[in-house]
């Protein structure tokens, strides 16, 4: 769980993608667990941002950023090569007003990940995935989703982040 600890420095050091009007901004990223034991260890023993950031760029590799297309039933995925492995990491991100309601809207956005030998069109129905799923406000929030695997012999964290701002929100700069 210390690693839990690390991969939030890690993220809160992470360049954000600029909101855009009627999309929202995605991460993938890989975290190497035992190197951000190793990031944690450097925290707790007050070592410096550079060494800290030294070791965040072994611990975290960001895989991709994109950006979805939000409307109703619209599906945005992206594949991306797990290093050193003949492996995909597939993340999607959908719109529907069918699936999950709360007060005040319909419209939820489901989002997933999976890693395997191909890419998938849709991480979102592939086996072995992971998904979340949030109801849209007219706010700004963020949604995550990750898993945890082994791939040689190695402990692992993959995971979906997206920055979500509503048309009404200010871009950023």
Known sequence: MKWLLALAFL??????????????????????????????????SGASEQEMAKQGAKSTIILGKFSTTIGEEELTTKSYKFPGTKLFVTASVFYTDESMASEGTSSSMLVGIVLGPREYPDATLAPNNSMAEVSQRDESFSVRVKRNLTVNQKDYLIGLECKCKRKDTPKEE
């Open 11 to 44: 993220l809160c050091f992470s360049t954000s993608i600029a909101a855009q009007t009627y999309s929202d901004d995605c991460e993938v990223y890989l975290v190497d667990k035992k190197e951000a034991e190793k990031l944690l260890k450097l925290l707790e």
